[in-house]
C-alpha cells in the first residue's frame, strides 16, 4: 500500500464497514458465558471492549461531526485537576459502566448503526480540512481530517483483536486489515509501506516496518494491535537497538 495521507484515506474508509460487520458477526455467535470473559484490559469483559468500540463511535461522531463538548471536557469538571490519561480512562470507565444494562443485541444493533454513521460522516469530509489534534502523527492543533479517520481504524482494529484474543482467537490479521493497520503505523514511522508488506498467500514471509523485523503475519497483527507490553515488543522484534526501543514504547501495551 502507499503511504496513507489525504490523497490515500480512501483505502483506510474501505476497510472501516468490512471490519465493523466482522465485529458484528463475532460479537452475534457469542453466548452469555464468553461475553463476560476477561480481556487484556483489566476493567473490562469481552462486552465492555464492545461498549468501548460504541462508546468511541458515539464520541467522535458528537464532537466533530456535531461540535458538542468534548467528553474530556466534561469529565474534567467532575475531576479537576486530573491529567489527561486520567480524565480519558475515567471518560471510558463512566460510559462502559453506565450501559452494563444493554443487551447483547441491542448493543449490536447499536454497533452497526453508529459504524455505519462514522462512515458515512468520514466520506463526506474533506480529508484535508482541519480537525482535532491527532498525537499519533503528532501535535498540531488543527490536524487535518484524514489523520484522525486513520487513528481511528487502529483503535477500532486494536479492540476487535483484544476481543478476539479473549476469545482465543489470533488477533485480525488477514486483508485487508492487517494491511491498512500496517500502512497506517508504518506512515506514523515516516517508512514505506510498501516496502514491509507481505502477500496475504505467503504468511511465514516476515512484515517489517522501516528496520524494524515484525515477523510472520500473525505475529505482525499482534504487535500492531497492543498484544504485548514493551519489553514483549522489544524481545519479539529485531532492528537497531535504539529504533527498537521507540518502536516498542510506540506499540506496547501499557
Known amino acids: 500500500m502507499d503511504p496513507i495521507d489525504g490523497g490515500t484515506i480512501s483505502t483506510v474508509l ?15 455467535s457469542l453466548d452469555e458465558e464468553r461475553w463476560r470473559l476477561p480481556t487484556e ?38 475531576l479537576p485537576g486530573a491529567d489527561f490519561r486520567q480524565l480519558l480512562d475515567g471518560f471510558n470507565d463512566q460510559w462502559v459502566h453506565a450501559v ?5 443485541a441491542l448493543l449490536l444493533e447499536l454497533l452497526d448503526l453508529a459504524g455505519r454513521w462514522t462512515h458515512d460522516y468520514y466520506r463526506s469530509v474533506d480529508p484535508e480540512e482541519p480537525g ?15 489523520q484522525a479517520i486513520a487513528r481511528e ?12 484474543r479473549a476469545l482465543g482467537l489470533g488477533s485480525l490479521a488477514d486483508a485487508p486489515f492487517l494491511e491498512v493497520g500496517h500502512a497506517i503505523v508504518a506512515t506514523v514511522a515516516g517508512a514505506n509501506p510498501a516496502d514491509g508488506a507481505v502477500p496475504e498467500d505467503q504468511p ?16 505482525a497483527a499482534d504487535l500492531l494491535t497492543l498484544a504485548h507490553d514493551a519489553g514483549e515488543v522489544a524481545a519479539l522484534v ?16 501499557r
Do not use: N
Request: hydrophobic share 45%; aromatic share 8%.
Open 14 to 28: 474501505d476497510a472501516y464497514l468490512p471490519e465493523r460487520a466482522r465485529l458484528i458477526e463475532l460479537l452475534a
Open 41 to 78: 484490559c483489566p476493567a473490562y469483559d469481552v462486552k465492555g471492549i464492545a461498549a468501548h468500540v460504541l462508546g468511541d463511535d458515539l464520541s467522535l461522531l458528537s464532537r466533530q461531526r456535531d461540535g458538542a463538548v468534548q467528553g474530556l471536557v466534561l469529565m474534567a469538571e467532575q
Open 100 to 104: 452494563r444494562f444493554l443487551s447483547p
Open 132 to 146: 482535532e489534534p491527532v498525537p499519533l502523527f503528532g501535535f498540531l492543533p488543527d490536524a487535518p481530517m484524514w
Open 153 to 164: 481504524y487502529l483503535e477500532r482494529w486494536a479492540h476487535h483483536s483484544q476481543i478476539r
Open 204 to 219: 511465514d514471509r516476515s512484515w517489517s516496518i522501516g528496520p524494524i523485523v515484525l515477523g510472520p503475519r500473525q505475529q
Open 238 to 253: 529485531t532492528g537497531p537497538d535504539d529504533v527498537v526501543e521507540q518502536f516498542a514504547l510506540r506499540v506496547g501495551r
